[in-house]
């Protein structure tokens, strides 16, 4: 099952468990499963509990025997069985064994999984639905000796091994499920649980360095390492000790993958009441669709598509031997090694000058860290080995070694942007790849004997050969993918040299020489690919034979490879075949001569047709002067400024790029005339006629800038250059010009503007981005999209029906929520929207989205389906800026697409469409509640709702919360008015907590009534005749429609008072708060933020935004992301872990940064970037992490090369810089150029 579709089977399981279960307040009576029942032993209906009743025994605290106390709930929090159990790890409990002589030292006991949305590591999980007969005469009849040995009990329990045994599977085994194949559940068979135990137990005895990872006796261990230990056993059919098989060390190393926290494994969100089907069994190796039968041009699946994020199941040990070539362009002429791994020790055997033999250590899965410093004759030092997805019949490694004596590289990007760093690419055949072999190892370069190649040859002297030319079927050329030299590897049944080097050019012609072996001259071929199969590849060689070869490709974003597998049967010759790609900038040595599309310039291969023509000869006319594009600085800036008249656009530069835009056609005029129309965009308060566009408005006059705004906020820049964002810019910085395109053409025009003339590029759409960030320093470009409204209705969408049932939506990017509504209320379909119906698609989807349909139907980033960007490549071999189109998705550029699933606004590029799964209306339609509660701060204890009642009110709030399913979408709001304080004390200020949420389902369901009722009663105390405010609607559209007309009129200040520093205000300090940190500090963390209020009250701060200067303000609590119990939480984003688990976000207002790092920051490690402070030290762990952020950056430059997207704290900005500096402290340009600006109209 795929993640997608567990999304859909939730709100099924959910509503089986509550019509099974109605009304079920105090008993489980009507539990729904029947299996139980055939367990007499041990279920109690009536209690919801497991009880023993079998000799099962525990010590009591004075020594003596007791009763066994019931295990655990096979209830859930809401008193009915669990549905759906989420698993992020498991627990392992471990026990010095001190009692059973001839026993392992460690008796390993549970083998029970959590998640850090559930219970968590100490606890049991809630009961499964699905028990069923515990068979202890097979279990005891086929595994006692093994029993006895691993699971000894102790004898002051006087317990039998009969009960022990039942107890283990009751509480445990009847919840242990793991991830099967191709993404579903599988709960393991009661042997293969004892089985899998057996094998955990075996090798944390059998090895130490996997005990010393232990901190304490029940370790988080990963699903995948219990999967691993399960797919060990498979085969496994012995009864004694010695025949218990050993995990892999590629398993070890996955069981630590979650470290010591719930929040940082990948959540599998497994469904607990999959039925024991074989079928769904995880498989002993990972299927090889690569055989060669079906070797189709596969596209690998996003999680597959990036080294770190390469699921590792089933990965092979690393020992053996792998043959690599260098990357580098030139190299060393011969680079063939063949590594070995043995132990903990990699020898080099190689033919190069350095055979070392160095010591290897694991880092993560998939990662080892070399150590080759020993010995005077050292070449290699410290280096990273790490596995890259497999191709065709191939593992693939990557190698990276400094030879500077610099750190181990931190990863494959690190190691490609790293001078002075080796990189090689290894390949090895799988071991089930039949017929798959390399050449003998250490080829000899001197003396080779090897016979000369007939009839294709041509020897090196030949300086310009003719062309090799052929009719062939299909296609005339190879495919894009192919196009340029290739360092290739042979991989052959049948022996020859090694190494060599294709070379496939866009007129069709492909060449392979050896460069060991110059004698042997360069084969060639006319080259052809079948119309409907781009992997089916001919080669023609000069006598008329005809090769038929199968292409398989993986793009990274720096360094790509391939197999080339050529032949048939017997005959087949395999090649693998490595290269940069040809766009990257970050990929050294990537523009020499062997790649003659560098400057080109796509990263993608799919969209190397211009580099195909450029290297065709179909170069542009060549400019007339020396261009003035250049390559930024490597990982800085190198903005054109106003003062640098080399490259600081003309007056009629400009006028040619306003003439490109279609100046004629009228971009004014996206007014709202109010409800019901969708409201187009975002509209300023007091705009005139309601017009959207801040700043202009209505000719002649327009909406002006706002004096309240402050003093020199707005007295710079164009009218038109104010109507970029809707908040004032932050530090002043306003866009040189803004261009609000129509159409595609007009994006281009005004990206290759901005290369040419070296121009910082900023995006926007509706201007709601919070930190004003997409403004340049130095003025330079901003491109606001709202004006691209497409929209259309896919009912079927075509890549992957599965991934959207409901069918799809394709919207232009300047769509808005009321407007996405609207539409797909015509369609009777929902989207998983934000709260506010002014918030643009565009932010919302890159910055990771949540909303009042999130928990049940998924964060923006999980509703994605295809994103369509123009970027900037590489200026060509005439110095011109190259516009690239690229289409996003699962399949096609899939690390941009996953990079653009929550890395953030701004820095990918200009979007013009996104697809997002369109969902149905879930059953009932979409219930509302809203219940306003308020109160003072009185300090008297019996002060109704007074400020001892307010602070005692959190707890009980936040366990309200931690009950909450992914029906439920909550937006609490909570604000404190302290403008009566001054004259009223304590007692009139005053506090106002509306909460707010959606139910997705109808008023009837008791669980609606359920929350609503404890919300009431159990939160707010509220006497029986306190009601809530309810609704029900069809339709998302029908909710905006019953807003006020004026609900989403947006004010236009000035956000954020200078300059910033720590103990400037942020505009919101966000953090996402885990289960965990909701259920121990949230209720705390709240009453110091009360305490701050409280203590500004006597102490006013003279830099707080309120001109009280009391520091209170109000705070948005919104459970409304993917932590709520059920919510799924798909992994192939890149959106912070901590996001992707939390049940609550915690917009605090009103915090100095000093503030909120001593109180809300302490409850997590991450924050939503698209809502979060200006000012944030170590943003980039913040928002994703340190892994997912070096990715991030490494997709950033490999689809932005020359640097030119930036925003402030977005990927690629200084991760060292908390304030936004991106120039130093003065950056003074702006003002100068306003007499440029005051004649700008442009678009
Ligand atoms: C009133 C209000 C309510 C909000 N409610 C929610 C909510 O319920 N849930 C939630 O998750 N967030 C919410 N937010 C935060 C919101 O998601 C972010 O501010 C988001 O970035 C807004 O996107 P936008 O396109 O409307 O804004 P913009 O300011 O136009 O853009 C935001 C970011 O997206 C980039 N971007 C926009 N268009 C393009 C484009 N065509 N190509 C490339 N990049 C582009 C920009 O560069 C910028 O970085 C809210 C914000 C406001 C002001």
């Given amino acids: 099952m795929t993640w997608l579709a567990h999304i859909a089977l939730v709100p099924a399981l959910a509503g089986l468990a509550a019509a099974s279960c109605a009304g079920m307040s105090d008993d489980c009576s009507s539990n729904p499963s029947p299996l139980r029942q055939f367990n007499p032993l041990n279920f109690h209906a009536d209690t919801c509990n497991l009880k023993w009743t079998h000799g099962c025994t525990v010590l009591d605290p004075h020594g003596g025997l007791q009763q066994k106390p019931p295990p655990f709930s096979l209830c859930d929090a809401l008193h009915r069985p669990a549905g759906l159990l989420p698993i992020d790890a498991y627990s392992l409990a471990l026990q010095p064994n001190d009692f059973a002589p001839g026993s392992p030292p460690f008796t390993l006991h549970g083998l029970w999984p959590g998640s850090a949305g559930g219970s968590g590591g100490k606890n049991q999980p809630f009961g499964c639905l699905y028990g069923e007969e515990f068979d202890e005469e097979a279990i005891l009849g086929n595994l006692g000796g093994l029993l006895s040995h691993f699971w000894p009990t102790n004898a002051k329990y006087n317990n039998t091994m009969q009960c022990f045994i039942l107890s283990e599977w009751m509480k445990h085994g009847t919840c242990a499920v793991v991830p099967g194949a191709d993404g579903t559940a599988f709960r393991l068979p009661q042997e293969a649980y004892f089985r899998t135990a057996f094998v955990l137990t075996a090798e944390f005895n059998a090895n130490e360095a996997l005990r010393e990872q232990l901190r304490d006796l029940e370790p988080l261990v990963s699903t995948r390492c219990v999967q691993c230990a399960y797919l060990a056993t498979v085969g496994w059919t012995g009864t004694d000790v010695a025949s218990v098989p050993r995990m892999s060390a590629d398993c070890i190393d996955q069981c630590f993958a979650c470290g010591d926290h719930w929040d940082t494994c990948a959540p599998a969100q497994l469904d607990s009441t999959v039925l024991l089907d074989p079928g769904n069994a995880p498989l002993k190796k990972r299927s090889d669709s690569s055989s060669s039968e079906n070797a189709s041009f596969l596209f690998p699946l996003l999680e597959y598509a990036m080294p770190a994020l390469a699921s590792s199941d089933y990965m092979s040990p690393w020992q053996g031997t792998w043959r690599?070539?260098?990357?580098?362009?030139?190299?060393?002429?011969?680079?063939?090694?063949?590594?070995?791994?043995?132990?903990?020790?990699?020898?080099?055997?190689?033919?190069?000058?350095?055979?070392?033999?160095?010591?290897?250590?694991?880092?993560?899965?998939?990662?080892?860290?070399?150590?080759?410093?020993?010995?005077?004759?050292?070449?290699?030092?410290d280096c990273l080995v790490q596995r890259l997805p497999d191709i065709g019949r191939l593992e693939v490694a990557f190698l990276a070694c400094n030879h500077t004596g610099a750190?181990?590289?931190?990863?494959?990007?690190?190691?490609?942007?790293?001078?002075?760093?080796?990189?090689?690419?290894?390949?090895?055949?799988?071991?089930?790849?039949?017929?798959?072999?390399?050449?003998p190892e250490g080829v000899s370069a001197a003396g080779s004997t090897a016979s000369e190649p007939e009839t294709e040859t041509e020897t090196m002297s030949n300086s310009e050969p003719s062309p090799v030319s052929h009719s062939q079927p299909g296609v005339a050329g190879a495919p894009p993918a192919l196009l340029g030299s290739w360092r290739s590897i042979q991989v052959s049944s049948h022996y020859q040299e090694g190494l060599a080097r294709w070379n496939f050019t866009a007129d069709g012609q492909a060449s392979l020489q050896w460069p060991n072996y110059p004698g042997r001259g360069v084969q060639r071929y006319s080259v052809s690919h079948s119309d409907d199969d781009a992997s089916l590849v001919l080669l023609a060689g000069a006598s008329g034979t005809v090769i038929t070869c199968r292409f398989q490709f993986q793009y990274e974003p720096v360094y790509s490879y391939a197999v080339l597998d050529c032949g048939a049967d017997q005959e087949t010759t395999q090649w693998a075949m490595g290269r940069c790609n040809p766009c990257s900038a970050h990929c050294r040595y990537s523009c020499g001569p062997e790649n003659y599309f560098c400057g080109a310039g796509s990263c993608d291969p799919a969209n190397s047709a211009q580099a195909a023509a450029a290297s065709a000869g179909a170069l542009p006319s060549p400019p007339r002067h020396a261009h003035t594009a250049h390559a930024p600085k490597d990982g800085g800036h190198d903005w054109c400024t106003p003062q640098d008249s080399h490259c600081w656009p003309t007056k009629t530069a400009i006028r040619k790029l306003e003439q490109a835009l279609d100046p004629a056609v009228p971009r004014l005029g996206l007014r709202w005339s109010s409800y019901p129309q969708p409201?187009?965009?975002?509209?300023?308060?007091?705009?005139?006629?309601?017009?959207?566009?801040?700043?202009?408005?209505?000719?002649?006059?327009?909406?002006?800038?706002?004096?309240?705004?402050?003093?020199?906020?707005?007295?710079?820049?164009?009218?038109?250059?104010?109507?970029?964002?809707?908040?004032?810019?932050?530090?002043?910085?306003?866009?040189?010009?803004?261009?609000?395109?129509?159409?595609?053409?007009?994006?281009?025009?005004?990206?290759?503007?901005?290369?040419?003339?070296?121009?910082?590029?900023?995006?926007?759409?509706?201007?709601?981005?919070?930190?004003?960030?997409?403004?340049?320093?130095?003025?330079?470009?901003?491109?606001?999209?709202?004006?691209?409204?497409?929209?259309?209705?896919?009912?079927?969408?075509?890549?992957?029906?599965?991934?959207?049932?409901?069918?799809a939506f394709r919207f232009g990017a300047g769509a808005v929520f009321a407007e996405m509504h609207a539409f797909?209320?015509?369609?009777?379909?929902?989207?998983?929207?934000?709260?506010?119906?002014?918030?643009?698609?565009?932010?919302?989807?890159?910055?990771?989205?949540?909303?009042?349909?999130?928990?049940?139907?998924?964060?923006?980033?999980?509703?994605?389906?295809?994103?369509?960007?123009?970027?900037?490549?590489?200026?060509?071999?005439?110095?011109?800026?190259?516009?690239?189109?690229?289409?996003?998705?699962?399949?096609?550029?899939?690390?941009?697409?996953?990079?653009?699933?929550?890395?953030?606004?701004?820095?990918?590029?200009?979007?013009?469409?996104?697809?997002?799964?369109?969902?149905?209306?879930?059953?009932?339609?979409?219930?509302?509640?809203?219940?306003?509660?308020?109160?003072?701060?009185?300090?008297?204890?019996a002060?109704?709702?007074?400020?001892?009642?307010?602070?005692?009110?959190?707890?009980?709030?936040?366990?309200?919360?931690?009950?909450?399913?992914?029906?439920?979408?909550?937006?609490?709001?909570?604000?404190?008015?302290?403008?009566?304080?001054?004259?009223?004390?304590?007692?009139?200020?005053?506090?106002?907590?509306?909460?707010?949420?959606?139910?997705?389902?109808?008023?009837?369901?008791?669980?609606?009534?359920?929350?609503?009722?404890?919300?009431?009663?159990?939160?707010?105390?509220?006497?029986?005749?306190?009601?809530?405010?309810?609704?029900?609607?069809?339709?998302?559209?029908?909710?905006?429609?019953?807003?006020?007309?004026?609900?989403?009129?947006?004010?236009?200040?000035?956000?954020?008072?200078?300059?910033?520093?720590?103990?400037?205000?942020?505009?919101?300090?966000?953090?996402?708060?885990?289960?965990?940190?909701?259920?121990?500090?949230?209720?705390?963390?709240?009453?110091?933020?009360?305490?701050?209020?409280?203590?500004?009250?006597?102490?006013?701060?003279?830099?707080?935004?309120?001109?009280?200067?009391?520091?209170?303000?109000?705070?948005?609590?919104?459970?409304?992301?993917?932590?709520?119990?059920?919510?799924?939480?798909?992994?192939?984003?890149?959106?912070?872990?901590?996001?992707?688990?939390?049940?609550?976000?915690?917009?605090?207002?009103?915090?100095?940064?000093?503030?909120?790092?001593?109180?809300?920051?302490?409850?997590?490690?991450?924050?939503?970037?698209?809502?979060?402070?200006?000012?944030?030290?170590?943003?980039?762990?913040?928002?994703?992490?340190?892994?997912?952020?070096?990715?991030?950056l490494a997709v950033k430059r490999a689809h932005d090369p020359g640097n030119y997207f930036w925003c402030h704290h977005c990927v690629g900005d200084d991760p060292d810089d908390a304030y936004g500096e991106p120039l130093g402290a003065a950056a003074g340009f702006v003002g100068e150029g306003d007499e440029l600006q005051s004649q700008l109209r442009v678009g």
């Fill in 324 to 381: 690599s070539f260098g990357a580098e362009q030139l190299g060393s002429g011969k680079f063939e090694f063949a590594q070995t791994f043995i132990d903990d020790v990699l020898t080099v055997t190689t033919d190069s000058p350095y055979p070392q033999t160095c010591i290897y250590e694991r880092r993560g899965p998939g990662e080892l860290v070399l150590r080759c410093g020993a010995g005077a004759n050292h070449h290699l030092e």
């Fill in 824 to 941: 797909s209320a015509e369609h009777d379909r929902a989207v998983a929207s934000g709260w506010c119906s002014t918030v643009g698609m565009v932010g919302f989807h890159l910055g990771g989205g949540h909303g009042p349909f999130a928990p049940s139907m998924g964060l923006g980033v999980d509703n994605v389906l295809e994103i369509e960007v123009l970027q900037l490549g590489r200026d060509d071999a005439y110095g011109q800026p190259v516009v690239h189109k690229k289409t996003a998705s699962r399949r096609r550029n899939p690390q941009l697409f996953w990079a653009m699933l929550g890395g953030g606004g701004g820095v990918w590029g200009v979007v013009l469409s996104m697809t997002i799964r369109a969902h149905a209306v879930p059953s009932g339609g979409l219930s509302h509640v809203l219940v306003p509660q308020g109160g003072t701060f009185c300090p008297d204890p």
């Fill in 943 to 1192: 002060s109704p709702y007074g400020y001892q009642w307010l602070r005692a009110m959190w707890p009980r709030f936040a366990a309200w919360q931690l009950t909450l399913n992914h029906k439920v979408s909550t937006q609490p709001g909570f604000f404190i008015n302290t403008t009566q304080y001054a004259t009223g004390g304590l007692c009139a200020v005053t506090w106002q907590f509306n909460i707010e949420y959606f139910y997705a389902g109808g008023q009837s369901e008791p669980n609606y009534l359920l929350f609503r009722d404890r919300l009431l009663h159990d939160v707010l105390q509220a006497p029986a005749t306190t009601t809530a405010q309810e609704r029900n609607f069809a339709s998302a559209y029908e909710y905006v429609l019953s807003m006020p007309p004026d609900k989403f009129l947006l004010a236009v200040t000035n956000p954020l008072p200078g300059p910033p520093s720590d103990s400037a205000t942020g505009s919101q300090n966000s953090v996402l708060v885990s289960r965990q940190a909701m259920e121990a500090r949230f209720a705390s963390t709240m009453m110091d933020v009360l305490d701050i209020c409280v203590a500004s009250l006597a102490s006013p701060d003279p830099t707080s935004p309120d001109p009280s200067g009391h520091r209170c303000g109000f705070h948005y609590l919104y459970t409304s992301l993917t932590g709520n119990l059920g919510s799924a939480r798909p992994g192939d984003t890149a959106i912070s872990p901590g996001f992707r688990s939390a049940l609550m976000l915690w917009n605090a207002r009103t915090l100095t940064t000093r503030q909120a790092m001593d109180t809300v920051y302490r409850l997590g490690p991450n924050s939503y970037f698209s809502e979060s402070s200006y000012v944030m030290h170590n943003w980039t762990d913040r928002y994703w992490g340190r892994k997912g952020y070096e990715q991030l």
């Fill in 679 to 807: 409201q187009p965009a975002p509209v300023p308060t007091g705009s005139i006629n309601n017009q959207s566009f801040y700043g202009l408005g209505d000719a002649p006059a327009g909406l002006r800038a706002l004096p309240a705004a402050g003093a020199g906020a707005w007295n710079r820049a164009s009218d038109m250059c104010k109507a970029a964002l809707h908040q004032n810019e932050y530090r002043d910085w306003n866009p040189f010009i803004v261009v609000f395109p129509l159409n595609e053409r007009h994006v281009a025009a005004a990206l290759t503007f901005a290369a040419r003339h070296r121009l910082c590029i900023a995006t926007a759409g509706t201007g709601h981005e919070y930190n004003s960030r997409n403004s340049c320093p130095t003025g330079g470009l901003l491109i606001r999209t709202i004006l691209l409204k497409d929209k259309s209705f896919l009912p079927t969408w075509g890549e992957d029906p599965a991934l959207a049932p409901a069918g």
């Fill in 407 to 439: 750190p181990t590289p931190a990863s494959f990007y690190a190691a490609m942007d790293t001078s002075g760093c080796g990189n090689f690419l290894m390949f090895r055949c799988k071991a089930s790849a039949t017929g798959c072999a390399f050449s």
